[in-house]
């Protein structure tokens, strides 16, 4: 079992305003775009509720470690809140948000490269601002966090993929402290996890992707222990992976972007976390971040992808079951992960894209209708 290391005492700096350029799109008129200068090379998204006014705020991680916070005014625009490195060297690879310890606002979890790997709880002050990280190994380089209830006790615990090829979760006592939970499940170079309910039996199961061309799944038996691991095909190059409905089955389904194919794989649950083999629609070049949701208000989920070597934004319509490209958004100059989430008070999800590339952070509302 690993132990809990102690807090760092690198606090986060405040900054003051953001140096933005905002860019509105009148046609449709509900549709408008705001682009925003990032501190550094964006590799990570998240959306969560910062300082508890029940609108999405916006947290960015860089690959450089830097953590930007966005506060949201509830019209989709974003004011830099806290920008700074926590992290020393360490190299960062993905972001989750929850509240962790039920106080009302969002946490941050981080997963950073390294030897061990480091699963990174920054707790939220209430103010958009974060308190100093506190740290648990997770064997060698973490490739991906997220976060569910995964032992069935309600509070938001955290699952991250490694470069031992597992699965990790840690379970969170309710105030935001970790418990390692162990290594499940094989498949090389673990990339990206989800944690949904894939059998119906009302406990949280984990699949991931793996570089090497397959979905890792793991069904859990209740209380956060997992039975044998099983393989299913993903695609080339399997990176993120989403846990949708997209049948309307009942079953929560998964999609996967494959990078070197240049699409997405769409894999059907048959109700028992056997997933049927994928069916395929193209995106834009490299696609790597994924997000699901219901964006042209017909109770189907939907799909976008940031695509790196295309620099846009892939916007795939689920039309009974059949996705349709429909769309490309220009995202900046090599968009690395994306999020949908209400950000406008409106009644459609919007869009949130970071690339690497040129630094920036552009947010789009209504991305469904625009």
């Not at 964006?42 to 953590?67: K, W």
């Not at 948000?97 to 061990?116: E, K, Q």
């Not at 499940?184 to 090497?212: E, F, K, M, Q």
């Not at 189907?300 to 059949?322: E, G, H, K």
Request: net charge negative; hydrophobic share 35%; charged share 20%.
């Amino acid at each position: 079992m690993t132990a809990l290391l102690p807090s760092r005492t690198r606090f986060l700096a405040v900054t003051g305003v953001a140096v933005l350029a905002v860019a509105a799109v009148g046609t449709p008129a509900q549709a408008a775009t705001y682009t925003y200068d990032l501190a550094a090379e964006a590799e990570a998204i998240v959306a969560t509720d910062l300082d508890g006014d029940r609108d999405n705020d916006i947290v960015v991680g860089s690959r450089s470690g830097r953590i930007q916070t966005w506060r949201n005014n509830g019209t989709g625009r974003v004011t830099l809140v806290q920008s700074a490195n926590p992290f020393g060297d360490a190299s960062l690879t993905d972001l989750a948000g929850a509240d962790l310890n039920g106080d009302g606002h969002g946490d941050v979890v981080v997963g950073l490269a390294g030897i061990p790997g480091t699963v990174s709880v920054l707790l939220g002050r209430g103010d958009g601002t974060l308190d100093p990280p506190v740290d648990y190994d997770a064997c060698y380089t973490v490739t991906g966090v997220t976060v569910g209830d995964i032992n069935g006790d309600r509070h938001p615990d955290v699952a991250a993929t490694t470069n031992c090829f597992t699965a990790t979760p840690f379970y969170n006592d309710g105030t935001g402290v970790l418990t390692y939970g162990g290594q499940y499940g094989n498949g090389y170079v673990a990339v990206r996890i989800v944690v949904s309910d894939l059998d119906r039996d009302g406990d949280a199961d984990i699949a991931y992707t793996n570089w090497s061309g397959n979905v890792t799944v793991l069904r859990n038996s209740g209380g956060g222990s997992f039975a044998p691991y099983t393989w299913h095909r993903g695609g080339d190059g399997p990176w993120d992976i989403v846990a949708l409905d997209f049948d309307r089955d009942g079953d929560n389904d998964l999609a996967v972007t494959n990078t070197f194919g240049n699409n997405v794989s769409l894999l059907r649950n048959d109700g028992n976390a056997a997933f049927d083999p994928p069916l395929v629609v193209q995106t834009g070049d490299y696609p790597r971040g994924i997000a699901a949701a219901d964006l042209d208000g017909d109770g189907d989920q939907d799909l976008a992808t940031a695509n790196q070597d295309t620099d846009d934004v892939s916007i795939l319509r689920n039309d009974n079951d059949t996705f349709v490209h429909v769309r490309r958004l220009p995202a900046g100059d090599q968009p690395h992960d994306l999020i949908l989430a209400n950000l406008d008070a409106g009644d459609r999800p919007d869009l949130a894209v970071v690339a690497s590339g040129s630094a920036k952070l552009t947010i789009r509302t209504n991305p469904g209708t625009s």
